[in-house]
């Protein structure tokens, strides 16, 4: 027969673990909350102190800046006695001011990159440049056209400078899957690729220059009487160019066993496939 005392004390030890497993809980918890609560103290610190040298260099950096007002007093002051000095009244100066502000700006810089062409007070001849095959296509209704592709060039006929518009053709062929795509014609060979000369624009610079003597100065002022704003330095590179091409031309065709005749025959067949 059990004791009825150890019957008694098994419900109070029961009792009593429950209560030190809820006690462990509890501490475990409290040690949690301490360690987010130094986390936020120490955090709140970091803040605190970069808020406070944010605060500094605001404030530091208004109070070291100048006043301007300050300095514009001072000035009107040295202004007005050194007017003094030099015997001069303040309506004097007053008036000297507000011719000075009456005078007019300084020209505006010079405008810099390609010409626009387009603006010149020229004659303007337009040249369409077209596709073979895509033209053939057209006829048989397989594309069509849709445009052009303008750019201007500056050339030279009987009379004075023209405006050259040279434009492509863009056309539209439909492939087999229903797909549109979109092809220009092709622009023929050039002398000087990128240039704004058109070939008879430098066949005259270079005839006025070597065969009738003018240079470029003269030949600047006369274009801008025509209305083409053409300066020396953009003709001194075209010459320089023409220059290079043709010694290039002149080396590759040269037969040290020919006559000088045959010679100047052959490079002058070569250069004008080259200006064509």
């Not at 795509?181 to 070939?199: D, G, I, K, N, Y």
């Not at 030949?219 to 020396?232: K, P, V, W």
Request: include cysteine.
């Amino acid at each position: 027969m059990p004791d009825a005392s150890s019957t008694t004390s098994q419900p109070a030890i029961a009792s009593l673990e429950e209560a030190l497993a809820a006690l462990s809980a509890e501490r475990e918890k409290v040690a949690e909350l301490t360690r987010e609560r130094d986390h936020l103290r120490s955090t709140h610190e970091r803040l605190r102190l970069e808020f406070e040298l944010l605060k500094r260099r605001i404030f530091l950096a208004k109070a070291e800046r100048l006043d301007t007002r300050q300095l514009e007093m001072e000035f009107a002051a040295t202004l007005a006695a050194l007017d003094n000095l030099a015997g001069i009244t303040p309506e004097q100066a007053q008036q000297d001011g507000e011719q000075r502000r009456g005078e007019p700006k300084a020209s505006p810089k010079k405008p810099t990159g390609r010409r626009d062409l387009s603006k010149m007070p020229l004659e303007e001849e337009r040249v369409e440049i077209t596709d073979p095959l895509f033209e053939k296509l057209v006829a048989d209704g397989k594309a069509e056209r849709i445009g052009f592709d303008v750019s201007y060039k500056l050339a030279f006929k009987r009379g004075g400078y023209r405006r050259l518009a040279v434009a492509k053709t863009n056309y539209r062929v439909v492939g087999k899957d229903g797909e549109s795509q979109v092809a220009t014609a092709l622009a023929p060979s050039e002398c000087f690729p990128r240039s704004l000369a058109a070939p008879s624009a430098l066949a005259h610079v270079l005839s006025e220059k070597y065969t009738d003597g003018m240079p470029l100065k003269r030949q600047e002022s006369r274009a801008a009487r025509d209305g083409a704003a053409l300066d020396r330095g953009t003709m001194c590179r075209w010459v320089e160019e023409a220059g290079a091409t043709v010694l290039v031309c002149g080396s590759s065709v040269y037969n040290s066993q020919a006559s000088p005749r045959e010679n100047l025959r052959a490079l002058r067949a070569a250069a004008a496939r080259v200006t064509v």
